[in-house]
């Protein structure tokens, strides 16, 4: 019998039954697997293509606006020799009067000595076009280097003032001089003058120092971003100062102390619902109570404050949840057994170790906060400033809303401001992003 069953599973017959069967079945495993390694590449491949186009595209962007704006950092200054006339602008004593110096001509004054270094300029007409060479806050530059020195100097003295924003553009080569007069802002008898000026060396490009120390101007070429710095640094101030507490508290009370039930579920969807809600809707709100109700002041770094705290409060408590469930359970039973209380154990334990998140998600908030445009427009923090804000209630403007003013602008100097602008305010995002990133590598507890 044995014998017998021994052949039969020897033979040939039976060894071919068995092995065709598990050669389909190899075949097939084999062509699967050839799918899932081909289907496994696409994959890679769709996703190194969706990151460099992503890099690609964000190369182009900083690439468009640092092209635009570099060319801002240097401004275009004429040398015009001028005789300023002491008696007008000096007191009994020999010093300078704050009084006369504003309402003396220096405008007058400048446009008059320019007008010499070019004696065959006699019409009317004539004068005022080229005096346009000149910028409409000339005057005003002069009397600041008058008095930042505290003396008139005696006799004919050279001073460098800043030329008009359609010299500077010709200066830095974005205005093409070989179109029709028609097409561009400088006439061909101002294009003459101009070489004129070149020719004696007497202009030249400088570093533009009040762009980062001046306020915002009608003119672009005395246009600066401090006041909207300040600005947007007092109402992030407000921002902190109101949200991070009420946020801490919010997710502490939501995590530990509130009953399960319909009314914290309630609460919970809310919060989640604000997170996504479009900030200008936080805008219309500050608008209507802020503004309309309580009748606080307009244009002002505690409104746009206020409104901002609103807007970033449900990403803090989203951030604050994620980061207190972060922490083990059991620090907080070991706190609980040992008869901390529970507000003891989320003070004294939990919170300390959530800290490093909760800093990540409050500066995330804010970084998101300084960036927006919408709510602090809805609140009049589009006005024009031209004075740099000293307090919260002083009328400010934020440095988003005036990338979005000099955007709207028609002079192309403007243009080249706002791209420069955009540099700034993103300096600062990437600052706040790397510095989120260094706290949590720096107080993060790996458990």
Known sequence: MNDHSNSVSSSPGA??????????????????????????????FYGIMAIVTAIGFLCILLTTIISNGYTALQQT??????????????????????????????????KRSFRKEFPEVT???????????????????????????????????????????????????????????KMRRIKDDQLVWFDKTVAKDNIRLVFNSTFFTMADSREPESAGVLGAIVGSALALIVTVVLA??????????????????RLTDFIEVNVNNLAAVPSIVFGLLGLAVFLGFFGMPRSAPLVGGMV?????????????????????????DAALGLGASPMQTALDHILPLAAPGILTGTIIGIAQALGETAPLIMIGMVAFIVDVPTSFTD????????????????ER????????????????????NLAAVMLRRKFEKKW
């Open 15 to 44: 060894s071919g039954l068995y092995s065709a069967p598990t050669d389909v079945r190899m075949a097939h495993i084999a062509a699967g697997l050839k799918k899932r390694r081909a289907a496994s590449k696409r994959l890679r």
């Open 77 to 110: 200054e004429v040398a015009v020799v001028i005789e300023v006339p002491a008696g007008e602008i000096l007191d009994d004593a020999g010093a300078i009067d704050a009084e006369k110096s504003r309402n003396f001509n220096w405008a007058g004054l400048v």
């Open 123 to 181: 019409g009317m007409l004539e004068q005022r076009s080229l005096g346009e060479l000149l910028s409409a806050n000339a005057g005003y530059d002069l009397r600041l280097q008058i008095e930042d020195a505290g003396v008139v100097p005696t006799g004919p003295v050279t001073y460098w003032v800043k030329a008009s924003d359609d010299v500077d553009m010709l200066m830095k080569g974005r205005m093409d001089r070989t179109i029709d007069e």
């Open 244 to 261: 991070l507490p009420l946020a801490v508290m919010a997710a502490v009370y939501l995590e530990y102390f509130a009953p399960p039930g």
């Open 308 to 332: 901002l705290a609103l807007m970033t409060l449900p990403t803090i408590i989203i951030a604050t949840r994620a980061s207190i469930r972060a922490v083990p359970s059991s620090i907080r």
């Open 395 to 410: 009328p400010a403007t934020a440095l988003p809303v005036q990338i979005f003013i000099w955007s709207d602008s028609a």
């Open 413 to 432: 100097a403007f243009y080249e401001r706002s791209s420069l602008a955009i540099m700034v305010l993103l300096l600062f995002l990437i600052s706040m």
